[in-house]
């Protein structure tokens, strides 16, 4: 039966798992569903006093939340959090691995400790978090995924955005790794997962300033990015919603497999 365009943006009654969700980019996309109807549960690593900030400001939404401590890197903890959100709610309908960190490491084998720790949470923590919601999707023959990678999954590092010498320490290599390896995963993830009526896409966002990197994005070096980008700013505190809602939503029941950049046209140069 045909949906009206109301119909297919609304998620009411749907649940939505989202791992960083406490916060950032990840609280950002939760409102947004909460916003169109969605119940969420917001898994993050500890301690819990620190998400009360998060499920407060989903509370004043309206919306049904729970929130959980979870390392995305660990199995257990992964496949327990997947269960209580399920025990609450009935279903996990939506899926957002948000959950990533980043740091700046030397290309050299000195960096190796520190490219193994950000490919654990960043690639390997995403890889666990949608096997173990997979399991459910499948068996409900319905779900989308919604991968978090980056611009930096896509393109390399311009050095000179950030430092003023290119022979300064300033390389992520790791980073640029993992969040490509979330890419291509997420390709996959759709054509496994496709004849169960699941969905799996990739959003990209470019630089949006947060509470981790607001050290770094300020001065000369967020005039530099801001004049790089064809829109001319970074990311805003609404920029991702909308995006989210739609992959979330029947509003894109004929998208998967989708990398979808959010970056004020940063890739279109």
């Not at 998060?54 to 496949?79: F, H, M, N, Y």
């Not at 960096?111 to 923590?125: A, P, S, Y």
């Not at 999954?153 to 050095?159: R, S, V, Y």
Request: proline residues 3%.
């Amino acid at each position: 039966m045909k949906k009206t365009i109301q119909e297919l943006f609304d998620l009411t009654g749907k649940t939505a798992f989202i791992t960083g969700g406490t916060r950032g980019l990840g609280l950002q996309m939760a409102e947004g569903l909460v916003e169109a109807g969605a119940n969420v549960a917001l898994a993050s690593k500890g301690p819990a006093e620190n998400q009360v900030p998060a499920r407060e400001s989903i509370e004043k939404l309206g919306g049904k939340v729970i929130t959980l401590v979870l390392d995305v890197t660990d199995k257990e903890q992964t496949v327990a959090a997947v269960d209580e959100t399920i025990r609450t709610f009935g279903s996990i309908d939506i899926c957002i691995t948000s959950a990533g960190i980043n740091d700046c490491h030397p290309l050299s084998p000195d960096g190796l400790q520190t490219f193994r720790k950000i490919l654990e949470v960043n690639t390997t923590g995403t890889f666990l978090t949608c096997a173990a919601v997979a399991e459910q999707m499948r068996k409900q023959r319905s779900g989308s995924i919604i991968t978090i990678s980056s611009i930096y999954g896509l393109c390399g590092l311009d050095k000179s955005l950030y430092v003023d010498s290119r022979e300064e320490d300033f390389e992520f290599p790791a980073y640029h790794a993992s969040k490509g390896a979330v890419v291509n995963l997420t390709r996959d993830l759709a054509t496994s997962l496709g004849r169960f009526n699941v969905r799996a896409n990739c959003i990209c966002p470019a630089t949006f300033v947060s509470d981790q990197n607001r050290h770094i994005l300020q001065g000369d070096v967020l005039k530099k990015i801001n004049e790089r980008t064809p829109i001319q700013r970074t990311g805003e505190a609404d920029d991702l919603k909308g995006v989210a809602v739609f992959l979330a939503s029947d509003a894109s029941k004929y998208i998967t497999g989708t990398i979808l950049p959010v970056d004020g046209g940063w890739t279109a140069w």
